[in-house]
């Protein structure tokens, strides 16, 4: 329950993983730890392979998406990570969201010419999130470099932000 | 001298699928699965159990013969009801003849005759009847087995699957999903890297499961699928439309006599099974001096159909789309369940999946041959082979409001975990209720609620003071156990489990005491099965001296007195009686121990002058 999921497959803790590299850990592993590769051995040896085998299973599940890594590193490294606020709305977008809200509103009274505004605010949103996936992805490599708090600080930043987006793109998935 | 001697500890593991209609049971053979024959000479054994009228058990095609006898004292399709309660089948009962005895809750009881079983004990008598199968080809007793179920099982259906295999008196090594089994079948590891879709309708269910193939390893991407889809609700319209046809025709309503409605079901079945191989079929039923005949075209067929075929689309869709793959890169596509043999299914598929599907393995019997893998992969004479699979729902608990928070998602590789820290929200509260359920939808009521843990034994102290962990691990068969400790002491905390559906440990307990009576006759029918085996051994090493030149040295008394002896292994062969068979076995034993040594000591000179031996 307290395994490290870096250690537990090799690796320095890192937020820029090699994929190719973590499938063959996970693997190769997977063939060391699987239950059904252990049947034959003493009940206390089943029973160690089974809880090695469900961590195996969680560290690559989690370590394999950029996000819950980040997500689990930042837990680690003992930084909050409770859900964001309203007050965590990136201002820029405030008046965005006001019109996306508004644009919604008239759809559901049953207004279909919100429709092509709603698109294109999903176009914008999906550019956003883009972006923001950049701006992480060059924050990984410098906390990798560097191993510096301020970085993660920034990550979760990112984070949070990512998610707020994420949730608008949700918003803005209407049938046509 | 004869006589062969058989190892000890050559316990066998077989693969048991089973299914909706139809149950197989399959071992390795060597290198290669092979599915087992009854004594009938069947490979399927029906999923079919009737209670006779002299009170006893049957099950596979002597109970199938009871359906149209004896139908209120026979039962099929009892899958459908395995790990459920008696609110989730109301839709069922309106299909399938099942007479669930009253004062049935969260365990569903169903009435045979004069007696009551719970389906766990119904599936019990299939899997005996497999066992028996399996020990009579074998030679041997069998009391390990892998069992498959269907991908999307839950919890509950999974544990009363196995509850079933231990009233049975075998030992459940491992729970397979149908479709993953399917694939470990075809043998698709031949192929070092690749996509491998998996189309499974069977009976009662509908999976489909996407895999990745690494080199011997098949991880299962992601699962989808739908519990109440199958052969059997286009078993059911062609029945409803037969039936309202037969009534405007005979001016007569058939549909309460349950002897007349299972021999127009079997009729209906012949049809659609025809279907498949000719463009035009007959549907004909006779009952009671009147005969029913009426022309079926698969053009009409596929019209009726089309609209479930439709149905397994959508699961398939969800499940590329949770893998994160497109059609154009699934490699292969495997068919599994004996609906798969309908053209329209088969083009549906490939329409959808851009590719041609597998069919070159019996659809019938490809989850029992992969299950039978799966058992050699655990008894460790399959090697460089390994499943990865998934949970096909995701796991959550109950949170104030009756919000579902979820811990282990679906399409999650097992073994899975999730821990989760609890608090008290009263000061001097001593226990602490966790409600655990399955599905992916937000609300704890639209869920299905697994089963309610009580963490007993909290010491009184101020709220939210006590820090209680809790573990939820789901195995490699896909069933869920909760472990709690107290953070601050380290000591592990009291669970009391309440089941939603199913069986608690005593209730198995106690049906496996009451099947321990049937033991006897059991264990005779193996013992029979074993001396038969021997005597095929002795019979055949006899028959082989016999061209043996240390034969022709025997005067005529003693080659007439082994003749002798062989025709009285001969006659008892068949009996039911072990002791006899065993009995005469050492006769022919003692008859030809002189001819044995005389082979023995030619063979021991031969060595000695230096020939090579």
């Known amino acids: 329950m307290t395994a490290d999921y870096f250690a537990f497959v090799g ?34 040896e089943r029973e160690a ?79 956003s999130r883009n972006e923001v996936d950049g701006e992480i992805a ?39 | 001298m004869f006589q062969i001697e058989f190892g000890e500890n050559d316990d066998k593991v077989v693969g ?120 009579a080809a074998l030679g041997a007793p069998v009391t390990k087995a892998v069992i498959t179920v269907p991908a999307y099982f839950n919890d509950a259906q999974r544990q009363a699957t196995r509850d079933a295999g231990r009233i049975a008196g075998l030992e459940v090594l491992r729970l397979v999903n149908e479709p993953t089994a399917a694939a470990l079948a075809y043998g698709l590891d031949k192929r070092k890297e690749g996509i491998i879709a998996v189309y499974d309708l069977g009976g009662g269910t509908f999976d489909i499961s996407i895999l990745r193939l690494h080199d011997g390893i098949f991880e299962v991407l992601a699962t989808n699928g739908d519990t109440h889809l199958g052969g059997d609700d286009i ?36 049809a659609k ?37 439709d149905r397994t689309l959508g699961p398939c869709r969800d499940c590329m789309k949770d893998a994160g793959v497109t059609p154009e890169q699934i490699d292969e596509v495997v068919m599994v369940g004996g609906s798969t043999r309908i053209p329209l299914v088969r083009s549906a598929v490939e329409v959808l999946f851009r590719a041609r599907p597998h069919t070159e393995l019996n659809p019938d019997e490809v989850v029992a041959l992969g299950a039978a893998v799966q058992a050699g ?57 966790i409600h655990v359920l399955q599905g992916e939808r937000e609300l704890a009521k639209d869920c299905r609620s697994l089963a309610r843990f009580d963490l007993k034994g909290i010491p009184p102290m101020p709220a939210g003071m006590a820090r209680i962990e809790v573990r939820f691990l789901i195995d490699a068969n896909g069933i869920l156990s909760v472990t709690a400790k107290d953070a601050r002491t380290g000591q592990e905390q009291s669970i009391e489990v309440k089941p939603s559906y199913g069986l608690t440990d005593e209730q198995v307990e106690a049906m496996i005491e009451a099947s321990i009576e049937h033991a006897q006759e059991d264990l005779d029918a193996a013992q029979v099965a074993m001396a038969r085996v021997d005597a095929d051994g002795i019979l055949a090493a006899v028959a082989k001296a016999q061209r ?64 090579h031996v």
């Not at chain 2, 004594?39 to 079919?48: A, F, H, I, T």
């Not at chain 2, 009147?290 to 009409?300: I, V």
């Not at chain 2, 959550?396 to 928070?405: L, P, Q, R």
């Open chain 1, 11 to 44: 690796l320095q803790p890192a937020l820029a993983l090699d994929l190719k590299d973590l499938e063959k850990r996970f693997l190769d592993l997977s063939r060391r730890y699987h239950p059904d590769l252990n049947a034959r051995k003493p009940a206390a």
């Open chain 1, 49 to 127: 392979a089974l809880e090695a085998s469900a961590i195996l299973n969680d560290a690559y599940r989690t370590l394999r998406e950029p996000i819950a890594r980040a997500m689990y590193l930042l837990k680690r490294e003992g930084f909050d990570i409770g859900e964001q606020t309203t007050k965590d709305v990136p201002p820029e977008l405030l008046e965005e969201v006001f019109e996306l809200n508004m644009a919604l509103e008239e759809l559901k009274d049953g207004d279909t010419d919100a429709l092509p505004q709603i698109a294109a605010a999903r176009e914008r949103f999906l550019a």
């Open chain 1, 138 to 176: 060059a924050k990984f490599a410098e906390w990798d470099a560097q191993h510096s708090r301020d970085t993660l600080s920034a990550i979760r930043g990112l984070l949070n932000r990512r998610k707020y987006i994420s949730n608008l793109i949700e918003k803005t998935n209407v049938p046509d």
């Open chain 2, 16 to 135: 048991i699928d089973l299914g909706t209609t139809n149950s197989l049971v399959a071992w390795m053979n060597l290198t290669k699965p092979e599915v087992l024959p009854g004594e009938d000479g069947d490979k399927l054994v029906p999923s079919v159990v009737s209670l006779t009228t002299d009170g006893a058990i049957i099950a596979g095609n002597a109970a199938r013969k009871e359906l149209i006898d004896h139908p209120d004292r026979t039962i099929y399709s009892v899958k459908r009801l395995m790990g459920r309660g008696v609110a989730d089948v109301q839709d069922e009962l309106k299909l399938f003849p099942f007479r669930i005895a009253e004062g049935s809750d969260s365990v569903i009881q169903v009435r045979l005759g004069e007696k009551t079983f719970t389906p766990p004990e119904v599936s019990a008598f299939v899997l005996k009847q497999l066992k028996k199968n399996a020990e």
């Open chain 2, 235 to 270: 078993d059911n319209r062609l029945m409803r439309i037969a039936l309202e046809d037969i009534q405007s025709e005979w001016k007569e309503d058939i549909s309460h006599s349950g002897e007349a409605v299972q021999t127009l079901r079997r009729d209906v079945i012949a």
């Open chain 2, 273 to 309: 099974e025809a279907l498949s191989f000719a463009p035009v079929v007959h549907l004909k039923f006779s009952w009671n001096g009147k005969s029913y005949d009426r022309e079926l075209t698969r053009e009409l067929f596929e019209g009726l159909i089309k609209d479930i075929v």
């Open chain 2, 377 to 433: 992969i655990l008894s460790g004479t399959v090697e460089n082979q390994l499943l990865l699979d998934v949970t096909p729902l995701s796991l959550g608990i109950e949170m104030y409001g009756g919000v579902v928070s979820k811990l282990i998602h679906r399409n999650s590789t097992i073994p899975a975990s999730a821990g989760e820290v609890f608090t008290t929200g009263v000061d001097g509260q001593t226990n602490v209720l």
């Open chain 2, 548 to 611: 043996d030149a240390a034969y022709d040295g025997l005067d005529g008394e003693e080659r007439a007195c082994i003749e002798a002896a062989i025709r009285e292994v001969q006659a008892v062969y068949h009996s039911d009686d072990h002791e006899k068979i065993r009995e005469k076995i050492d006769l022919l034993n003692e008859v030809t121990r002189g001819l044995a040594e005389t082979m023995m000591n030619t063979a021991v000179r031969g060595a000695l002058r230096g020939t």
